[in-house]
């Protein structure tokens, strides 16, 4: 099995959260903060930052880590880093190279409400999140082990 470090990074504008639409016909549609994985001895912040600008073109600075999950994808396991996250600049953006090739077609800042009927990843987002954002995030979380073997595509 191989082995994977990734970062994603929870951004909120307005009681919102960014997340970007990943779709293929016939095989997956479900919506995900942005987040990817570390290249060589980048740092998990950095990683965060590029994985954002790449997918949705928006700049933003990771601040603390929130949630530690841990991802089955096929033969890959993956540990990744969820930070909460403050937007920069830039625009929502999703033509670039690597957002194409990810099957991302949107991104977009949603609300809780919005969320209702929509896959949403991480799960924490549709429950869990608002209150531990009520609490600041004491200390990170740890959510365990997801196997994506049969719903998602490698993120």
């Known amino acids: 099995m191989r082995h994977r470090i990734a970062a994603g990074v929870l951004v909120e504008q307005d009681g919102c959260i960014l997340l970007v639409r990943h ?8 919506w ?13 912040r950095d990683a965060a930052r590029r994985e954002v600008r ?3 073109g928006l700049i933003v600075e ?3 880590i929130a949630y530690i999950e841990e991802l089955i994808m096929g033969d890959c396991r993956e540990c990744k880093f969820w930070f909460t996250g ?9 033509s670039s190279a690597t957002a194409s090739e990810e099957q991302i077609i ?18 924490v987002l549709a429950d869990e999140y608002w209150r531990d954002r009520e609490s600041g995030f004491a200390h990170p979380r740890y959510l365990g082990v997801r196997d994506t073997t049969l719903t998602e595509s490698p993120v």
């Open 54 to 56: 790449e997918e949705c």
């Open 106 to 123: 949107d991104a977009a800042f949603m609300s809780r409400a919005e969320f209702a009927g929509r896959t949403i990843y991480p799960p």
């Open 23 to 30: 779709h293929k016909p016939d095989a997956y549609d479900f």
């Open 32 to 44: 995900v903060a942005p987040g990817g994985g570390a290249e060589e001895t980048e740092d998990l």
């Open 86 to 94: 403050r937007l920069i600049g830039g625009e929502l953006d999703t």
């Open 62 to 64: 990771p601040l603390e």
